[in-house]
Structure formats: structure tokens, C-alpha cells
């Protein structure tokens, strides 16, 4: 079976991992801090905090934002749970913009619309949890204009966008327009570290307040601590209610080593998915919209002559390692025990009901797509 995605590790990427199994620290060592600089280098954001998951990324990002009982949050129902699940984490509620058809990312005229019907009936959120849905940018200098106005704090949930860039032409984490920036580097994102995350920021405060939520709510900084304990090297103390989120070592090295081949990695998404455009542009369906800036975690297709059930599993039956992206967040019987219903977010429903993910992961060789795409062509004859 063709995966969907997969990771691509290098024989230099076990090397870095063996040798921080054999000469230095498991965890709290040197390569935590030397991924979160690399980081930072990388996509120009001033201060990065890595963390052991995406998910708690986005967690501690709606904390340091001040999320809490009481609040709202929004995000766009076509994402991974956890781009909602942050906000319910800090006691929040949840509540969403439809997506553009064509972008497939939060539909901005939506958004205008849902914020002035919100600030006339007194509930505003206070953080909007911004997705770039398979690695393209949202246009997030003119989500940051429209929000400006109402106080609302922008997390971009960049789990699949690292190595983008946006129409600006900033990368993405640079947090050019938004507070922070959370990227995941599960096995299938840009680089991965196993499971582990970051979030980025250029506000130095958020930065701290990050640092102390990732690690118990502790800190060991003098300025924090007072004068008294200036002769007390031992002395820490806790501020907030933190967790442990630290990522280790070990998963930092292997960062570090991906995060050197990223522009490969970028690189030849990019090329694949040209392939893809070029390949498809004649059958039914509709495709993604082009972006030579995007990082193509993902590449979906929708179909619009034929039964996505059918499609699916006689491509599945074929080797063809299909999947689909996402189930609707608002959808899950979780969030449907909140009070959500079918049918209120329309542009995504009809989004999902016809999406069709294709295998896409820089590994995927030449032979493999025009296997993918020869198989498509048979399936939706
Ligand atoms: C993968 C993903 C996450 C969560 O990242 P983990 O590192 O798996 O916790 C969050 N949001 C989106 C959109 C994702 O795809």
C-alpha cells in the first residue's frame, strides 16, 4: 500500500539521536535550546518554546493568551480536533467559521459577518485559533486588520505549514500579524521529532509564560525570584499551574536533523504536487488551488461526479493508500454533546462529503505517483 504520508528519515537523522543516547543529556541538555534558536533562525520568529506535542503547543498557547472559564474561542471546523480541543482544555467555549470553498481555509467574508453579529450580542472570542489547512497560508494580514478592531488575540495553528510562506511572503511563524504560532512535528508534517512540537513568538513576555506553563509553572530566572533568593542557587518557584510539556533531547536532535533537510523536504512536496495539478487537470474533480509558497502537507482532491465511498475503497483495494481529511470537528459526538448540529457549517460539510486525500511525503518516488495517478484515472472512468 502507498501511504498517504510518511516520514523521511536519513541516516544522519539516527546518528544525531544515537549520539545524544551515548554522549549527553536525555532531557534538559543542550539540544532543546539549540532546535528552539534553529527554529527561530528558520522562520524569523523571535523566541521559540519546544514542547512535546503539537496539541500541547496550542494548549499552552491559549493559556499564555489568558483563555478561561467564560471565553470563546473559534477555530474552522475542516482541522484536527485539536485545533478546538485547546480552547475546552482551558475550560473555554468553542465556536467556528465556515471555510472558504476555494482555499479551503477560514472563509474571511464569514468571519466579518460572524464578528459583528458577535460584538452587537456581547460574545466576541477572545482568541481565534487561525489553521493553515494543508500548509497554505491564510492571509493573515488581513485576518490580523479585521480582528485588530475587536481585541482578539490570533494563535496560528501551523501544525502543516512549517516551511511556508504567506502572500507577504513571510514565513510562516514569523508571526508577523498573530501573538503566537504552534507547529507539530508529528511524523507526517514538515520535520519530525517523533511526537513534538513548538510555539512561536515575538513577544517576550507570552515567551516566558509559555516557558512556565511547558514546565510545571517553573521558573529558576533571578529577575522573577526577588533579591532575597539572590545567594540561593537552588531556589525555584512556581508561578502558575503548568504541566510538563518539555520535549527531550532525544526528539530535539532528531529535529535539529530534519529541520537542516527542510528545504528538500519542501522542495520536492512542491514538485509532487505540480505533478498532481498537471496530472488532473482533466478529470472531475476539483483541486487544490495552487501555492508555490505552500508547504503541501497534504493534498486533497474533491470529487464531483462520483461516490467518494466508492472511489475511496476501490483505490484502497488498488494499494492506493487514500485517506480523508478531516472529519467535521462540530461533527464528533463530543462537540455534538456541546450543542453543535450537521448542516451549520455548510462550505465545509460540503468539503468534506466530496475530499479525497492522495498520497503526498517527499519519499514518494516518481513510479509510485504515476501509480497513484494511473489508478485514479482506471478508478474514475
Ligand atoms: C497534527 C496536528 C495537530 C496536533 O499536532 P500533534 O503534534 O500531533 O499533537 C494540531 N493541529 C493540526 C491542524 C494538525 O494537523
Redesign the pocket.
Known amino acids: 500500500m502507498i501511504p498517504y504520508g510518511k516520514h523521511t528519515l536519513l541516516e544522519q537523522d539516527i546518528d544525531a539521536v544515537v549520539d545524544v543516547l551515548k554522549n549527553q543529556f536525555l532531557t534538559q541538555g543542550s539540544q532543546v535550546p539549540l532546535f528552539e534558536q534553529e527554529l527561530c533562525r528558520y522562520t524569523g520568529a523571535q523566541s521559540a518554546v519546544a514542547v512535546n ?3 500541547s503547543g ?1 494548549h499552552i498557547a491559549c493559556l499564555a493568551a489568558g483563555v478561561k472559564p467564560g471565553d470563546t474561542v473559534w477555530t474552522v471546523p475542516i ?2 480536533a ?2 478546538a480541543n485547546c480552547a475546552r482544555y482551558c475550560g473555554a467555549s468553542v465556536d467556528f467559521v465556515d471555510i472558504d470553498p476555494h482555499t479551503r481555509n477560514l472563509n474571511v467574508s464569514a468571519l466579518v459577518d460572524k464578528l459583528h453579529l458577535a460584538a452587537a450580542e456581547h460574545t466576541l472570542p477572545k482568541v481565534i485559533v487561525v ?1 493553515h489547512f494543508t500548509g497554505s497560508s491564510n492571509d493573515m494580514a488581513a485576518i490580523a486588520a479585521i480582528t485588530e478592531p475587536f481585541n482578539i488575540t490570533l494563535i496560528e ?1 501551523a ?2 505549514a512549517l516551511g511556508a510562506s504567506d502572500p507577504q511572503g513571510h514565513k510562516v511563524g514569523a508571526c508577523k500579524y498573530s501573538a503566537m504560532t504552534v507547529l ?3 511524523p507526517v ?1 514538515s520535520i519530525t521529532s517523533a ?1 513534538g ?1 513548538a510555539v512561536l513568538t515575538n513577544d517576550d513576555e507570552l515567551a516566558a509564560l509559555l516557558r512556565r506553563y511547558a514546565s510545571h509553572g517553573i521558573t529558576r530566572e533571578p529577575g522573577m525570584l526577588g533579591d532575597e533568593h539572590a545567594d540561593e542557587p537552588w531556589f525555584y518557584a512556581q508561578f502558575e499551574l503548568g504541566y510538563n510539556y518539555r520535549l527531550s533531547d532525544l526528539h530535539a536532535a532528531l529535529g535539529r536533523s530534519q529541520l537542516a533537510h527542510i528545504d528538500e523536504f519542501i522542495a520536492r512536496r512542491r514538485a509532487l504536487a505540480e505533478n498532481y495539478h498537471q496530472a488532473l487537470a482533466d478529470l472531475p474533480l476539483i483541486l487544490p488551488q495552487p501555492d508555490a509558497n505552500g508547504a503541501w502537507h497534504l493534498y486533497m482532491v474533491e470529487l464531483t461526479a462520483h461516490d467518494r465511498t466508492d472511489v475511496f475503497n476501490a483505490l484502497r483495494a488498488r494499494g492506493i493508500g487514500v485517506n480523508v481529511h478531516y472529519i467535521p470537528i462540530h461533527w464528533h459526538p463530543y462537540y455534538q454533546q456541546l450543542g453543535f448540529k450537521r448542516g451549520q457549517f455548510p462550505q465545509s460539510e460540503a468539503y468534506y462529503n466530496r475530499a479525497l486525500t492522495l498520497p503526498l511525503y517527499p519519499g514518494l518516488s516518481a513510479d509510485n505517483q504515476n501509480e497513484v495517478i494511473q489508478q485514479l484515472k482506471e478508478v474514475l472512468v
Do not use: I, P, Y
Open positions: 506535542s503539537g496539541t496550542l482541522s484536527f485539536a485545533s489553521v495553528d501544525a502543516h507539530s512535528f508529528h508534517k511526537e512540537g
